[in-house]
């Protein structure tokens, strides 16, 4: 079985500045996909960044990048030039490689919930 | 393109009824999964669906239940309702339920249990 573990439940940062949020991961798997989620106060959940466990290069999206480090299974979310949208729940997960598609179900941390100070 | 729709959004019930709940994915949207969001476990994986069958389930009782149709909508099913039961149901589809696709989410329903 697969956990997600983040272990802050809070963080603030202010506007404009660099925020990391971190993230640690266990599984047995070789192949796998993590990803970061964002909930705002509305609720809606969006995709931030997903990152291939087999790729070594880390995702960036614009102001979000990640640090990957497959050996430590540590997942850890760069949020640069913060800004007051980005004040959100935000939820490290992870799904297993399966070919088949048939496992694309989505292990969740307990989520951390970042505020952006003005 | 419409996003994923849930409804209804809020829902009060008491102990021991039943409630279904429903999904509309995105056109296209083969998959369809189930989460139940509480503040005290976060985000559970209930089942997923994928062309009309249940391909993966989660760690629920059997009160849980769900349904595709033929469109892709889904249903789930709770019956004899807990106070536990009171969550944050959220409903998500990809397009093939493929590893690694994103998956969208519902704005959710609120589900209340008194």
């Known amino acids: 079985a697969q956990t997600v573990t983040q272990s802050q439940p809070e963080m603030s940062v202010q506007e404009a500045e660099t925020v990391t949020l971190s993230c640690t991961y266990d599984t047995s798997e070789n192949n796998y996909y993590l990803f970061w989620y964002k909930q705002p106060p509305s609720r809606q959940m969006i995709l931030v960044i997903r990152q291939e466990a087999y790729k070594q290069q880390n995702a960036t999206e614009n102001r979000f990048s990640v640090n990957f480090q497959k050996a430590a299974k540590s997942f850890s979310l760069k949020i640069s030039d913060s800004q007051l949208g980005d004040t959100a729940m935000y939820f490290c997960a992870f799904t297993p490689y399966d070919y088949t598609g048939a496992n694309s179900k989505l292990t969740f941390g307990k989520g951390i919930t970042l505020s952006v100070r003005p | 393109k419409a996003g994923v729709t849930q409804t209804p959004r809020y829902l009060i019930k008491t102990r021991g009824q039943q409630v279904t709940l429903s999904c509309s994915p995105i056109?296209?949207?083969?998959?369809v999964s189930w989460y139940q969001q509480t503040p005290g476990q976060g985000l559970q994986f209930l089942f997923e669906?994928?062309?009309?069958?249940?391909?993966n389930k989660g760690n629920f009782p059997g009160r849980f239940s769900g349904r595709q149709f033929s469109n892709s909508r889904s249903e789930m099913n709770v019956s004899t309702l807990e106070l536990g039961d009171s969550a944050l149901y959220l409903c998500?589809?990809?397009?093939?339920?493929?590893?690694?696709?994103?998956?969208?989410f519902g704005p959710g329903t609120r589900l209340t249990v008194l």
């Open positions: 998500a589809s990809s397009p093939r339920g493929t590893v690694g696709n994103e998956q969208f």
């Open positions: 669906y994928f062309s009309e069958t249940q391909r």
């Open positions: 056109s296209g949207h083969r998959s």
